[in-house]
């Protein structure tokens, strides 16, 4: 288990950290339980499997939403 | 495509605002009609893009979001030929996704002063022997760095040379800068001001202490309290419900109008934002003022504190023996002095050590003996003369006439909570001491703010014996004192005050006192920036500052009113709006996309009145 902290661009309306949220939490081998979408602060906080899969899918699934990732930290659970 | 589309929202605003001009002058002073349709038309559809991009992929991953309800809206209006509406609604939603924008930025600003604190670079010692910058990331436990004058500590550790003056107030609040030498510990996130020094990495990124202190700001500031988890609950089939308003009002009225109207005016927008707004001002206003509120459950819950229970020492009181009276029977009170000292540095009693700490720097001295008396004090041999220090047991004992001032003395320091130290210099009395644990400076006030806000019983308990737990609450007015306490004893007391339907709210030190801090509603720990109380509690005061406890519930008491005050301001508009539809002639989509926009503004600017939040004195 690795654990990713995702810096994104300013967010503005609680929907959007909702949306992150189910974007983010459907990925195969996160970590559910683990996921905070931290509204105010802008980041994403989750545990993932590097098995399955790598932040870069995580990033994706955020980009694709429509949401900039600035910056992202991998650190060992 | 996607992407930069919604990364020009701004741009787009700005054009659809053009736009808007350019067809209402068209229309009233040219009454070119075509221009200004053709010109609403535009502004609609470009305006409309943004929107329904983020639309469709809150839909992807099946949540209905306000996007939904303005996108079908627009669509709508421009099916049945009403451009003017649809261009106004687009320009106003996005005019007011730009304002909300602004605005929530400046009520995080508080919080992202602190973050930007965050030191990013480094100067590291690399294998060659030589310092080189280096971002933060790549430091490690261990390694060697240098700080230089006006950088920043980037990580907690240890000096291993050097010597600096360090400006702590990021960590402790304290504006006085802080002294290090070779050994002493820095910290992360705190400016050297003068000086330089090498430092082992003792702790990096976020186990800092800063990092820690940042986390838990984050986390509080998103934490969500069940008012909060309620109104998520409800905005998620809210919307929808609104939309399957407008459905069945078209079916029944066959009035298309009226259903997209209802659409935009559903929008639970100021809802959705209006307590997260007070929350995170909330919080940065006590980020600013040396107070750490986790979270709005606790905002909540701190704001209805009516006991306020404390431990006595450390607490109440420095939390270490000081000498706090004395009487000087000799003449030469400074040959006194010189002897007392002398001797005092002898031993390493608590005591002892107060005095010292009291005389300062005195002459020294030489001592030949000492004698350490048990259960009495100190006897020694200084310059030739023989100087007893010690209680009246030890008075007794060396035949040293106290004499009926002196007894009086000793009467009165012992009921004023002080312990007895006497120094007789060759067998007569010289000088009469009394030691204490004082009050720490200001309490006495804050307690007094603290009623005024309304608590109403003020509790200590402590350790100590009842005789000076009682005078300590008859100096500061406390309504009950109860000493003898082992730290399960207070837990269980406080928990007594529950059963009577009490909000308690404990306040410690949070070494001892964690079985307390866990046990009431509210756990405030005087925080002195490196404790793991900072995690266990609800509340830190930063830097152990008592004198912010006041501030503290002040700010929850206004957080938790300014929350409420914006679910009434949001919810009201809602009803108002949507009541008009039905009952009034002069609603329509723009007035209530205005209205719309207007509310949410309205509960932004009332949660950044918190910034600004200062205690009334």
Redesign the interface.
């Known amino acids: 288990m690795k654990k990713a902290t995702l810096q994104l661009e300013?967010l503005?309306?609680?929907?959007c950290a909702?949306?992150i949220e189910?974007?983010v939490g459907?990925l195969p081998g996160v970590n559910k339980d683990s996921l905070?979408?931290?509204?105010?602060?802008s980041?994403v906080k989750v545990d993932f499997d590097e098995s399955k899969l790598t932040v870069e899918d995580i990033q994706k699934s955020i980009?694709?939403?429509?949401y900039?990732v600035l910056k992202t930290?991998v650190k060992d659970r | 495509m996607?992407?930069f589309i919604?990364k020009q929202k701004r741009t787009i605003t700005w054009i659809s605002a053009a736009l808007l001009v350019i067809a209402f002058t068209s229309h009233y002073a040219f009454h070119n009609e075509l221009v200004a349709k053709w010109a609403l038309i535009t502004a609609s559809v470009i305006g409309a893009l943004p929107i329904a991009?983020?639309a469709f992929?809150?839909l992807r991953?099946?949540?209905v979001?306000?996007?939904v309800l303005v996108t079908i809206a627009v669509i709508g209006a421009l099916l049945i030929g009403n451009y003017e509406e649809s261009a106004i609604v687009t320009f106003l939603f996005l005019f007011g996704?730009f304002l909300?924008?602004r605005t929530?930025?400046k009520t995080?600003s508080a919080?992202r002063e602190l973050?930007e604190m965050a030191p990013e670079s480094a100067l590291k010692l690399m294998a060659d022997g030589e310092f080189v910058e280096v971002g933060i990331?790549d430091v490690d436990v261990g390694d060697v760095l240098m700080v230089k004058t006006g950088a920043k500590v980037p990580v907690d550790g240890t000096v291993l040379s050097g010597e600096a003056h360090i400006n702590e107030a990021s960590i402790t609040g304290e504006p006085v800068p802080a002294g290090k030498e070779t050994g002493s510990k820095v910290f992360a996130g705190t400016t050297l001001d003068n000086g330089t020094i090498r430092i082992q990495a003792d702790r990096v990124g976020e186990d800092t202490t800063f990092g820690k202190i940042i986390e838990l700001v984050?986390?509080a500031?998103?934490a969500k309290s069940e008012a909060e988890r309620f109104i998520?609950r409800f905005s998620?089939w809210y919307t929808p419900a609104v939309l399957a308003l407008g459905a069945i009002v078209w079916l029944i009225s066959r009035n298309i109008e009226l259903a997209i109207t209802i659409l935009v005016l559903g929008c639970p927008g100021a809802l959705?934002?209006g307590v997260?707004v007070s929350n995170?001002a909330g919080i940065g206003n006590g980020a600013r003022h040396g107070v750490l509120l986790k979270g709005s459950e606790v905002i909540h819950d701190f704001s209805r504190v009516d006991t306020v229970v404390f431990d006595k020492t450390g607490t109440l009181t420095q939390g270490r023996p000081q000498v706090a009276d004395t009487v000087v029977y000799a003449d030469d009170a400074q040959a006194v002095k010189g002897y007392l000292a002398s001797v005092e540095k002898q031993s390493d009693h608590p005591l002892a050590r107060a005095i010292v700490e009291y005389l300062g720097e005195t002459p020294a001295h030489e001592v030949s003996k000492t004698d350490v008396i048990k259960g009495g004090g100190i006897v020694a041999l200084v310059a030739g003369h023989r100087v007893a220090v010690g209680n009246v047991a030890l008075m007794e004992k060396e035949n040293v006439p106290l004499g009926e001032k002196a007894l009086r003395d000793i009467d009165a320091f012992q009921k004023n909570g002080n312990s007895i130290v006497l120094t007789a210099l060759d067998g007569s009395l010289v000088a009469l001491m009394g030691i204490r644990d004082q009050i720490r400076t200001g309490v006495k006030e804050d307690l007094a703010k603290l009623k005024k806000l309304g608590v109403k019983h003020l509790v200590v308990l402590s350790g100590d014996n009842q005789g000076t737990v009682d005078l300590v609450a008859r100096e500061l007015g406390l309504t009950e004192a109860h000493g003898h306490m082992l730290p399960e004893d207070k837990a269980a007391y406080i928990e007594k005050l529950q059963a009577q339907g009490r909000m308690v709210a404990f306040v410690g030190d949070g070494i001892n006192d964690s079985p307390s801090l866990a046990r009431a509603q509210i756990g405030i720990a005087m925080g002195s920036g490196t404790d793991v109380a900072i995690e266990t509690s609800d509340v830190v005061l930063m830097n152990s500052d008592f004198s912010r406890l006041p501030h503290a519930l002040g700010l929850a008491r206004a957080t938790a009113r300014n929350m409420l005050q914006n679910i009434l301001i949001a919810v009201g508009v809602v009803l108002v709006l949507l009541a008009s539809v039905f009952f009034s002639s002069w609603m329509n989509m723009s007035i209530g996309m205005l209205v719309h926009e207007g509310s949410i503004l309205v509960v932004i600017l009332n949660g950044m009145r918190l910034l600004r939040y200062k205690l009334k004195t």
């Open positions: 300013t503005t309306c609680p929907s909702t949306k189910k974007a459907s905070s979408v931290l509204f105010n602060a980041k980009t694709t939403l429509g900039e930290q | 996607q992407r919604i991009l983020q992929q809150a991953i099946k949540v979001s306000i996007d996704d909300e924008q929530l930025n995080r919080i973050t990331e984050e986390e500031q998103d998520d998620k959705v934002i997260p995170v």
